[in-house]
């Protein structure tokens, strides 16, 4: 089983920055994808940026250009930094733990929120 613990989120001006960070503990193996995806209200949750214990790494086309996603291999940490933020950004950001391989098993964050207002 895996834990993910998000830190960040809150409230932001268009234009700005934010950064989100997420840990995951518990019984983590090495090859596995890391990332957030996002889900604004009334909308579906949908993919924003992920990278994988090799290094690859994709980002959502809406956030190319602003959204930066960097993982720690040792840590087992992925951040998420956000610049020239949108009011269109605005929704609730999940941590992503994807176990690859046979068991495909998946593990989300609690969520965090993220309000982009003047």
């Known amino acids: 089983q895996v834990q993910l613990v998000e830190s960040g989120g809150g409230l932001v001006q268009p234009g700005g920055s934010m950064r989100l960070s997420c840990t995951a503990s518990g019984k983590m193996v090495k090859s596995n994808v890391m990332g957030w995806y996002r889900q604004a209200p009334g909308k579906q949750r949908e993919f924003v940026a992920v990278q994988s214990s090799g290094g690859f790494i994709n980002y959502h086309d809406s956030v190319k250009g602003r959204f930066t996603i960097h993982r720690d291999n040792a840590k087992n940490t992925v951040v998420l930094q956000m610049n020239s933020l949108r009011p269109e950004d605005t929704a609730v950001y999940f941590c992503?733990?994807?176990?690859?391989?046979?068991?495909?098993?998946?593990?989300w964050g609690q969520g965090t929120q993220v309000t982009v207002s003047s």
């Open positions: 992503n733990v994807e176990i690859t391989g046979p068991s495909n098993q998946n593990y």
